[in-house]
Each structure stands twice: as C-alpha cells, then as structure tokens.
C-alpha cells in the first residue's frame, strides 16, 4: 500500500507529503517501534493518553507516514495525512488489506473462550496450514485491525478474535475481519455493563457472523441461536452442537445428524466446551474423526498470558513458551521493556515459525528489535536461529536444541529473563530450570485486571485530579515492585506505603515516582532523605523531630500534613493548628506538599453527613494552612469509597487503595472491577478413609460414611486461616466448591472430595472468581482486606499479563 492511497482510502486529506512511502507496517504505540522502514503512526486519542503528544517521538523511532487527527508539526521529510478518527482509518487500512486474500478466515466471538479456542485451533490445525492469527487477546477495535494487517500471501489460515463491550461495536470489526467460518463460543455474564439484556449482547455479537458460510454454536444457548437466526445471510449454515458424557473420558458429541465420540483429557466444564468447538470446526473443515482424536490428544493447556515468576538469584522468568510468532514476540518484549525490577536483561528465544518472513530478513528484524529493547543477553535455540548468528550485533549465545542449551553451564544472577518459544522446543523445561521453587501454592495476580481497575477509577477523575495509589502492606497482598512499576508505567502521580522500608524497597526496585510514607518513624528520618521519600507529618511532636533532625541541613523533604477531621486516628485537631501555621510561617525550609485527611464512612450512605462534616472540617482546616503559605499545596481526601460517592471531594488528589485490587466497598461498583488475584495450589495426595475415622490434628475431622479426603498444600502460615477449618471454609476442585474436613494445619488442609474424581496435582483455587474473596471473607466474619494481605510472603506470586 502507498502512501498517497490512504487518501482516497481513508478520506482524509493529506497534509503534507514528502514522497511515495510504501507502507509496511502500522503502528500505533511509539514503546513498540523499533527503527525500521515502512512505518505508519496512528496517532490515536484515549482515556489516558493522546497518540498526537507522540508524533516527534515515533518520528525520532523512524516513522516518517502519519495518520493524525488535527495539526502536528512534524520535519519536512514526513507525510502527513489528517482524517477525522484516526482509529478509523486504521480499520478501514485493515480491511482493504484483508479484501485482498481469498483464504478462509475463522472469527470467533462470545463472552469467553475466545483466546482459548482460537490458540487451540491454531495448536490442531498448524501441522498443515499456515496460519496468521491474532496475537493474545488482541480482539478490541484496535487489536482486530493490528492483527488482520498481518495477513500474507504466504499464510492459508485465518483466526482472529473479536471482542465488544458496547453496542455497534461489532459491525466495524465484521467489517474488518470478514470471516468466512465462525464460532460463537457462549454467552454469560462477562462485560454487562454495555448492554440491556443476555440477548441483547447475543444479537450484538452475532453480527460478526453477518455473511460467513458456516457458524458454530453450543445448542445450550437459546439466545445465540436466536441471535444468529435474525442476524446471519440466507446462505449461511448454522451448526449448533450439544454433547453427551460417556464413561471415562469419553463424549459424545451429536453434530446435526451426526455423531462423533471423543476422549477429552479435560473434565471442567469450560475446557469441555472449548474443545468440543474447535473439534467441530475440524469436522467442519473435512477432517477425519481418526485425526481429529490425534490432534485432540496433543492439545496443551493454553496459557492465556504472559506469566513473570518469581527465579532462582533474585530473578525473574517470563513464561511464554507456547507462542512464538513475530508479534507475540513484539509483544513480550514490550513487558519485559516495562519491568524496571532488575536492569539486566535476557531472551531465550527458540526457532519463529511462519512469520512470512524470509529467514534472513526475519533474524535481522529479531536482532533490531534486542537492540532497540537493549537487551543485555540474546540466547538463541534451534539449528535456524543457530545459522543466523552471524546477524546479531546483541550479545549472544547459540545453541542447536533445547537439551543442549539445558546440558550448559547457563546462569541467571538479578535479571529478568524472557522465554519464548515454539511448542516443539519445550521451553516449559527451560522455565522449570529457573523458577524459584517454593511450594506448590501461588497468588496469581492478573496485571491486566489491575490496569482495568485502575483505568475504571481514573475514569471517575476530572482530569486535573492526581492520583495516589496505596500499595501498603505488601501492596494489599499483591507484592510490591510488581504492582508499583506497573503504576509508575501508567503514570500515576503519586504512591502511598506504610512504613519506610517498604518504599526503601521500591526505590531500590526502580520506583522513581514521588511516594508517600504515612507511618515515618524518627529513625528513618535518614532514609527519607537518601531515597527521596516524602512523609506524612500527623502531630506537632513528630514535626518538631523532622525539623531538629534536619536543621544542619540546607534541604529537607516534603511534607504532607495529617489533620485529623473524624477518624480520630492520626492528624492535627483543629487546636493544634495554631501551632502548626507558626511553625510553617517561621521555617521556609519546610515544604508542604500536600494537606489530606482520611474519611471513616464513605462506603455507607448512613454516615453521609458525617462525611459531610468531615469534608467541611478539612476544607476549613486546610484553609487555615494554606493562609500562611505563600504556594497552593494538594489537597485530598478520598479512599476508594469516596472516589466513588463523593465526586465533589476529590479536591486536588485521591487515594486510591481496595479497589485497584479488584474490591469496592461500595457493592454496585464491584461488579465492574476485574478479579486480580487467584490464591491456587494443587493437591498433594488423595486417600480414601472408613466410616468412624477421623482426620487431623484433634481429631475433629469425623467420618460419618467412608470419605474420599485430598490434601493440599496450604495452611495457616501461608495465611489460610484456621477459623476455615471443619468445613467452614471451601475451595473449588474441578469446578466445584468442596469443604475442608478437620482442623487447618501450619502448611496443610484436608478436603472432602468424596464421590469425585480427583488425581494427584490437580489444580485447587483457594480464591479468585469462585469462591470469591467475598465469600471467604464472609465464611469467617471479616472483610477481604484482612484475607488479602494475610497471605504470607512465602507465597510465590506469580504476574500475567496479556
Ligand atoms: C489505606 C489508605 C487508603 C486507601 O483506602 P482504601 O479503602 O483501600 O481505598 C487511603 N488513605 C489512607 C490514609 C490509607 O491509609
């Protein structure tokens, strides 16, 4: 495509042109460029974030093609075209690029799955086709077109996911992706807010079938198939399906008239679905049951995400060993570029596969992209990668298979480590090698979560309110660097810690944004100053330390004063303020940065006025302050709760702490937060007891009947609580919720899974979508608070990411 077609194309107007540019590749992140030829930017508006404050940036990267939407400046040497929506633009690119192949194309939608299924196919199906596919989840109205745009004449297969979370939504990605198969995987609960009805959303999502031949469909969802029946062409077959379990593994799977049997690996019900989808979608495509059940059984567990794991030496691995093509690649550089935890870099990357690349071509790219992303050491694996070495400028290391490279001598010592290969590499044995060992229990903390949370509460924000995120106590369970720094990623203003050594820590971990320390101690007053920490100054005794500890000095750090308006906790009462203004007026060393105060009801519309008078005192309070200052310092008072119901309070700054981590206080606002964190672990072994034994210490776990008992690796030091005990608590094996039998022991808990099928290693979730943290906090009469930030530190966490 040229450059001067976009006009006509887009209907915009070029602005400027300098010459005929080809253009190759599009983007629309500068963070993701490397230099490179044949670039176009899309300069595209946000939530948070203009594309237009970054047109010299992706200039300086290479880019010399824009697409903007109102004046930039930009050298002469650029081309410019202006449209109304840029993102726009970007779609209609897209889709004339996809007019231009006639191979089929297989679109999947529905409310979840979609990832699953679509990396799942691609795993049946990549032994004889060539497949281009979206990369993760890249199913929104800009992922569609990122993805379609890397359709190649050399590719015989597409998969592309799409995914709406509002009206007219779907229309645009139809147009986009043109599929010529579909699957509609089901439809739940997942992402309400946009619509009115279940059927309503079905309808919606049933317009990316508009014109494809075939679509597939589980016949337990009525509104899909009504959907579909009002929404898709005469020509278009509807193939709904429905199953039937057998013995063992076994189903049976009736396909119109047809019958097919299989044997799944996977017994919960999600997986089940998944799979029977894409095995009719083979069906469909003129595939034997004989190799269909050969497929199926080489079928992995999809991991959804990029997964960081705490390594051995003060490391870090990302886990991406199931994907390896050029995208995706771009994709994990990205997050590895955005953790600043450790500086030194390394990527293990095996043999890329269906690229559409030459090989000397793709191997080049590789090398600009380690250079670009300034990783420290390249390890390339497979006899490919191996030719190419005399491409690399990074420093690197070859080997010629996996179990060469595992028979080295490699070390990791404080870096952070990206593997990524293709499935036949086995790079989950590369990531088994480095992951830090601890027991079989890990808080999974879902960083995209956190980010839609996080995007869900700035959206409440005037735009010229600043935002302090809490991450005291271990930020709320969650782990400290991880959560920081993709804070300070997203430009949050400010951070909260408790104490001094947790932001001692974040400094250190290469948090540079302004932190505020609330509980300062006299003899960390030091440390303040070395790591550029602001603290939190509540009485006029801890004031007059601060000031003798610094009076030698010419510089002391900023101070946010406490007053105290009704929580009666920490701060400055009204009396004190007289005080606090003479010492203020007579020291202009001391630097007041901010004035808060922290509110004690705002989750509950019956102390409304007493937020009220709250309010009212801190803007007096504060008022008296700012009357002998001669600069305006910050003012704030929200918590989550009052970000939510107080909007006229928000003032200069919030605090935003519970509900970045997925909980509200406040109930209607929690259902629109994501789940961030998933407490799993696996069970240890499974025994069958007679009736009359008992199990535990104590013996208060009593067999009325013979029971199935499974064991698992969590006790109360890793912060599983013995009140769950004697079946107060539950923990949810294979898609079910089993109670604890006996008493919770230091590392260990027993379940009842009498009547079920459990094996050894099999996955237990201690929390996450279901049970709830709620739930648990419910079950033993607190709040989830006090479970999230119980979980003891010898718990590994482990980040992903999409
Ligand atoms: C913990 C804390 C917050 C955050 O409270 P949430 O209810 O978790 O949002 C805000 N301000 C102060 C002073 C805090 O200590």
Redesign the pocket.
């Known amino acids: 495509m040229k450059f001067s077609e976009l006009e006509k194309l887009c209907k915009g107007k070029i602005q400027q042109q300098a010459n005929e540019a080809e253009i190759k590749e599009l983007v629309t992140d500068t963070r993701n460029i490397s230099i490179r030829a044949g670039l176009l930017f899309f300069a595209i508006e946000g939530i948070n974030h203009d594309g237009h404050e970054f047109v010299t940036e992706a200039y300086e990267k290479g880019a010399r093609c824009f697409v903007v939407e109102r004046e930039v400046s930009l050298p002469d040497d650029a081309n410019v075209l202006e449209v109304r929506q840029s993102l726009l633009a970007l779609q209609m690119i897209a889709r004339a690029h996809r007019l231009q192949f006639d191979y089929p194309v297989i679109g999947v939608t529905g409310s979840n799955g979609k990832t699953i299924v679509k990396e799942w196919l691609t795993q049946l199906l990549d032994y004889k086709y060539s497949i281009v596919k979206s990369p993760k989840s890249y199913n929104s109205q800009l992922g569609v077109p990122l993805s379609v745009w890397q359709m190649t004449a050399q590719h015989n297969l597409g998969i592309f996911e799409a995914g709406i979370s509002e009206r007219s939504e779907m229309e645009r990605l139809e147009r986009i992706i043109q599929p010529t198969l579909g699957i509609f995987t089901n439809i739940g609960e997942a992402h309400n807010a946009g619509f009115e009805s279940l059927q309503q959303k079905a309808d919606e999502k049933a317009k990316l079938f508009a014109s494809c031949q075939k679509v597939i469909f589980s016949s337990e969802y009525p509104e899909i198939r009504r959907a579909l029946e009002a929404t898709v062409s005469e020509e278009t077959e509807l193939i709904a399906w429905s199953f039937e379990k057998l013995e063992g593994h076994q189903f049976k799977v009736l396909v119109g008239e047809t019958e097919l049997v299989l044997k799944l690996k996977f017994s919960d019900p999600a997986s089940v679905e998944n799979a029977i989808h894409c095995v009719v979608m083979l069906y469909v495509l003129g595939f034997g049951m004989d190799v269909i059940q050969s497929r199926v059984d080489t079928l992995n567990s999809v991991k959804m995400r990029l997964e960081m794991k705490q390594a051995v030496n003060r490391s870090y691995v990302i886990d991406d060993t199931y994907n390896n093509d050029l995208h995706g690649l771009e994709v994990a550089l990205d997050f590895l570029h955005r953790q600043n935890q450790k500086k030194k870099k390394t990527v293990i990357l095996s043999d890329l596969y269906q690229t559409g690349l030459s090989g000397e071509a793709l191997y080049a790219r590789i090398d600009d992209l380690m250079r670009n992303q300034q990783i420290s050491r390249f390890i390339g694996v497979g006899m490919e990668i191996s030719k190419a070495r005399g491409l690399f400028h990074t420093k690197a290391e070859f080997y010629d298979s996996t179990d060469d490279f595992l028979s080295s001598d490699f070390s990791i010592q404080d870096e952070i480590v990206l593997v990524k290969g293709a499935r036949d590499f086995q790079f989950e044995r590369v990531v088994q090698k480095l992951e830090y060992k601890a027991h079989g229990t890990i808080l999974e903390i879902n960083m995209e979560s956190l980010t839609n949370n996080l995007n869900y509460y700035r959206a409440k924000l005037r735009p010229e309110v600043k935002l302090?995120v809490?991450v005291?106590a271990f930020a709320?369970g969650g782990g400290n660097f991880e959560i920081a720094n993709l804070l300070q990623f997203h430009k949050v203003d400010y951070l909260?810690v408790?104490y001094a050594d947790e932001a001692v820590e974040l400094r250190r971990g290469g948090i540079h944004i302004p932190i505020m320390v609330?509980n300062p101690s006299s003899d960390s007053f030091r440390l303040l100053k070395e790591y550029n920490l602001e603290p939190?100054i509540y009485s006029l005794d801890q004031l007059l330390d601060f000031m003798d500890f610094f009076e030698a000095e010419d510089h002391m750090p900023p101070i946010h004063i406490?007053l105290e308006t009704g929580m009666n906790r920490l701060g400055f009462k009204a009396n004190e303020l007289k005080r606090l203004t003479e010492i203020l007026t007579l020291n202009k060393k001391l630097k007041v940065r901010s004035v808060?105060s922290?509110l004690a009801g705002?989750?509950d519309p019956r102390h409304e006025d007493y937020t009220k008078q709250q309010a009212q005192k801190f803007e007096s309070m504060s008022e008296e302050i700012f009357k002998v200052l001669w600069y305006k310092p910050l003012r704030h008072l929200?918590?989550?709760?009052?970000?939510d119901n107080y909007p006229n309070y928000h003032y200069d700054m919030v605090?935003?702490?519970?509900?970045?981590?997925g909980f509200d206080?406040v109930m209607d606002e929690e259902k629109k937060l994501s789940t961030v964190g998933t407490l799993k672990t696996h069970v240890s072994q499974v025994k069958a007891i007679n009736k009359g034994e008992t199990v535990g210490y104590g013996r208060l776990g009593f067999a009325q009947r013979d029971m199935k008992i499974a064991t698992v690796p969590i006790g109360y030091a890793d912060g599983y609580l013995r009140a769950f005990g004697n079946g107060v608590g539950k923990m949810n094996v294979g898609g079910k919720l089993v109670p604890t039998v006996g008493n919770i022991c230091m590392d260990m808990t027993m379940l009842d899974v009498t009547d079920m099928e459990v094996r050894s290693g099999e996955e237990v979730v201690i929390f996450g979508e279901n049970p709830s943290i709620h739930d648990l906090a419910s079950w033993i009469h607190t709040i989830p608070?006090e479970i999230l930030t119980n979980i003891s530190q010898r718990v590994k966490r482990t980040y992903i990411s999409g």
């Open positions: 302090m809490m005291k709320y909260g408790a609330m939190e406490k808060f922290h705002s989750e929200c918590n989550t709760a009052g970000i605090r935003l702490g519970i509900g970045l981590y206080p608070y």
